[in-house]
């Protein structure tokens, strides 16, 4: 199986997402058995970890103390879907995507793709992202690529959350387009969420443009990051940003 000597432990969560430990002793889940891993920000010092009848996750520290998303108290936070780039558009070909997803931290990438907007990003997260995406060439941040625009529309566990006055918004290579929709979440909980990316067509079935997970206890606020979406099928790459901060709506 594809990066399976990359962890060191496994277990299955209820909703089917593969959890296991990696030997930088991180946690790191997977979609299915062929899904790259993707890293849990924040997860580190890890040697044992399953998942409990609740959904929530137990692990074993190196310390050799047992944590758990419910050794805190719930906090109501709002998640912030702030913009969304299109770094490369769809090829628009219809049909069944086969899709990579993974989070990564791009505060240092922006600067790394310099003025001319042709280099690829920088050399550590490239290596991330051919890792993560099978190797498919990363493109750079900022390079523009030639192609008819995505129908761009936003979907939170695989409902239509935006954009709130049209079916969807258009979206070409290297346009950013403001979201800005809130939504209540419960940290340190066993809630779960799937934000997706999708390229509404007409008159054949809508595209996938990929998938970012959320599992129980990932994020701890004041959360403020980006992430890559990439779909092997499309050839599209977006970023995304997205913000958590305590409060309700």
């Known amino acids: ?22 030997r ?78 993974f989070g990564l931290a791009l505060a240092t990438a922006a600067a790394a793709d310099g003025a001319d907007g042709a280099k690829p990003v920088s050399a550590e997260l490239y290596e991330q992202s051919k890792a993560a995406a099978g190797n498919q060439s990363v493109p750079g941040i900022n390079t523009y690529y030639k192609g008819y625009p995505d129908d761009l529309y936003i979907t939170l566990n695989d409902i239509t959350v935006w954009p709130f006055t049209s079916y969807s918004v258009p979206i070409k290579s290297q346009e950013t387009v403001t979201v800005n929709h809130m939504v209540p979440i419960q940290l340190d909980s066993n809630q779960s969420f799937t934000i997706g990316l999708w390229d509404r067509d007409t008159g054949s079935a809508n595209d996938v443009l990929g998938y970012q997970h959320f599992i129980p206890g990932q994020y701890r606020f004041p959360y403020d990051d980006n992430f890559l979406v990439f779909s092997e099928h499309e050839g599209s790459w977006y970023q995304m940003k997205i913000k958590v901060l305590p409060g309700t709506l």
């Open 1 to 22: 199986m594809p990066q399976s000597e990359a962890v060191i432990s496994v277990t299955v969560m209820p909703d089917g997402t593969i959890l296991g430990i990696g």
């Open 24 to 101: 930088d002793h991180y946690l790191y889940t997977r979609a299915t058995l062929t899904s790259p891993w993707v890293q849990v920000p924040q997860s580190g010092g890890v040697i044992g970890v399953t998942t409990m009848s609740d959904g929530s996750i137990l692990d074993v520290g190196l310390d050799t103390h047992l944590y758990t998303s419910h050794t805190r108290p719930a906090q109501p936070a709002l998640l912030t879907m702030e913009w969304v780039k299109c770094i490369r558009p769809s090829k628009g070909t219809d049909g069944a995507t086969a899709v990579a997803t």
